[in-house]
């Protein structure tokens, strides 16, 4: 049985919602009762965040993706993905590679604010530099609360609306439970690690691919550049949005996710 902590609401297709780094599944309240009248809306707490277990023998990108499988695969047997940020990157590894025991089909993809590859490095210019990524993974060693505040505000940075979407962040965060220490370095050093441009060529889902104008934490190059890498991508930028383009510009971000989730 899944040690994932899960939530249903609505009814409809299902889609599973997968929040990202060092928050929880609160941050989707908005987003889920926009949506819960036309699609059944699961959301999920990755592996050691809000109120999911933390197991350190299955803490790989592979094994977390596998957890995440398990827990909507228990409630659907065809679902839609929509992962952000760190979510986003275990969506693509899901749909490039879903665990041979689970026998579930993934429909359709939504991206926001993903990229295939955090780091910046010779050959993909649109990453955060290795070397402030190895600051922050020192400020976490040091302080995890002030590194998860001080990753909140970066979120938001430049947003219209950033302040409420910063307010709303800060909620879910406080409301349903921090992510354990554990997690949160194992989650910013899989992020720093990986690179899923090899697999994208592989994923055939259709996919929405969504950045924000002002994102300064997954830069909109590397959204451009994810939906060009997958072989059917849609790509959309909401202008003056930033990180959480979903908590800023709910009102913008709806119809694009329900006219995709929609298409036969």
């Given at each position: 049985m899944s040690r994932l902590?899960?939530?249903?609401?609505?009814?409809?297709p299902t889609v599973a919602l997968l929040h990202?780094?060092?928050?929880?599944?609160?941050?989707?309240?908005?987003?889920?009762?926009?949506?819960?009248?036309?699609?059944?809306?699961?959301?999920?707490?990755?592996?050691?965040?809000g109120r999911s277990e933390w197991l350190p023998e299955r803490s790989s990108l592979a094994a977390q993706a596998e957890q995440v499988h398990a827990?909507?695969?228990?409630?659907?047997?065809?679902?839609?993905?929509?992962?952000?940020?760190?979510?986003?990157?275990?969506a693509l590894h899901l749909a490039a590679d879903p665990p041979k025991a689970i026998v579930a089909a993934i429909d359709r993809l939504v991206l926001i604010a993903a990229t295939p590859r955090l780091s910046a490095?010779?050959?993909?210019?649109?990453?955060?530099?290795?070397?402030?990524?190895?600051?922050?993974a020192a400020d976490l060693r040091t302080?995890?609360?002030?590194?998860?505040?001080?990753?909140?505000?970066?979120?938001?940075?430049?947003?219209?609306?950033?302040?409420?979407?910063?307010?709303?962040?800060?909620?879910?965060?406080?409301?349903?439970?921090?992510?354990h220490p554990a997690a949160l370095a194992q989650g910013l050093a899989l992020l720093r690690a990986t690179d899923l441009r090899p697999l994208l060529g592989g994923i055939l889902q259709p996919a929405l691919v969504i950045?924000?104008?002002?994102?300064?934490?997954?830069?909109?190059?590397?959204?451009?550049?994810?939906?060009?890498?997958?072989?059917?991508?849609?790509?959309?930028e909401i202008r003056r949005a930033a990180h959480a383009p979903f908590l800023s510009h709910l009102p913008q971000v709806t119809p694009l996710l329900t006219e995709f989730l929609r298409e036969t």
């Open positions: 902590y899960t939530e249903v609401r609505g009814s409809g990202g780094w060092g928050l929880n599944l609160r941050v989707w309240d908005g987003l889920a009762a926009a949506l819960g009248d036309r699609f059944r809306i699961v959301t999920v707490d990755l592996p050691g965040h827990a909507v695969s228990a409630i659907a047997e065809t679902y839609s993905l929509l992962g952000w940020s760190l979510g986003g990157q275990i490095g010779p050959d993909w210019p649109h990453g955060a530099a290795p070397e402030r990524l190895a600051e922050q302080d995890y609360r002030r590194t998860v505040g001080d990753f909140l505000e970066l979120q938001v940075r430049g947003s219209a609306g950033g302040e409420a979407a910063l307010t709303r962040l800060r909620a879910a965060l406080f409301a349903h439970g921090e992510a950045a924000g104008q002002y994102d300064r934490v997954t830069l909109p190059a590397a959204s451009r550049a994810l939906a060009e890498l997958l072989p059917d991508a849609r790509y959309v």
